[in-house]
């Protein structure tokens, strides 16, 4: 167990809907990290936030949005779904300086289904 | 730009037998270099890092491997492998630049043999 949560663990929905995973980063881990993974992209970067402030943009659409709260978790606001959002999300926090020697933990994913 | 390239989609071996998963990298820096692990239906999971000093990494669960700054190559190792040692297996790469993240490689699905 990495200490990271993530709900929900499956989402379904319709397409044109709106969405929002949740993550609680380890304890005392003030950086956040989203990603995607999907069969066809592999496993992307979309965004990182620390002590809440966005600190870099990866490859996230602008239909897609975050946000870290002052109890440090996020949420991944993602709307006007399409057929190849389908994907796992990951949520992943590392330790406090959030510098790049430092490794990332997982959660577990979320696993949306747009249908 | 930082890119990883895992050449083999697929690694068979049968088990007790030595097991090696390829990386290769292309930065422009120094990179910190990661592996990392995914078992079915779970998060990814940190194995070991790169980061200056000893050529040689040793990580989690028997798992070493070797930095080689002119092939620009981080293979991961294990010298006998174990049927649960299969999984998804991932390289990572990192430069020490403000707002530079992880990329991944594509992944190589490693299958243990009994």
């Known amino acids: 167990d990495s200490g990271v949560t993530q709900t929900p663990k499956h989402l379904i929905t319709a397409t044109g809907q709106r969405v929002t995973l949740r993550c609680s980063p380890r304890?005392?881990?003030?950086?956040v990290y989203w990603y995607q993974q999907s069969l066809d992209q592999g496993l992307q970067f979309l965004i990182q936030?620390?002590?809440?402030?966005?600190?870099a943009k990866g490859n996230i659409l602008e239909r897609f949005s975050a946000q870290q709260f002052p109890d440090l978790h996020s949420e991944l606001n993602l709307s006007s779904l399409e057929l190849g959002d389908s994907a796992l999300y990951f949520c992943?926090?590392?330790?406090?300086?959030?510098?790049?020697?430092?490794?990332?933990?997982f959660g577990p994913g979320t696993r949306l289904t747009v249908l | 730009a930082q890119s990883v390239a895992q050449p083999e989609d697929q690694v068979n071996v049968a088990e007790g037998n030595p097991l090696t998963v390829k990386c290769t990298y292309s930065?422009?820096?120094?990179?910190?270099l990661f592996w990392y692990v995914q078992y079915p239906n779970r998060g990814l999971q940190f194995l070991l890092k790169?980061?200056?000093?000893?050529?040689l990494v040793k990580g989690s669960y028997g798992f070493e491997a070797e930095f080689n700054k002119s092939q620009t190559s981080f293979h991961l190792k294990k010298p006998s492998a174990l049927v649960s040692d299969s999984a998804l297996y991932f390289c990572?790469?990192?430069?020490?630049?403000?707002?530079?993240?992880?990329?991944f490689g594509p992944g190589t699905r490693l299958s243990v043999l009994p």
């Open positions: 992943a926090s590392s330790s406090t300086s959030g510098g790049p020697y430092n490794e990332q933990f």
């Open positions: 304890s005392g881990d003030l950086s």
């Open positions: 936030y620390y002590n809440g402030e966005e600190r």
């Open positions: 930065v422009s820096g120094n990179p910190y």
């Open positions: 790169y980061i200056t000093g000893d050529n």
């Open positions: 990572a790469v990192r430069v020490n630049n403000y707002g530079q993240n992880f990329v």
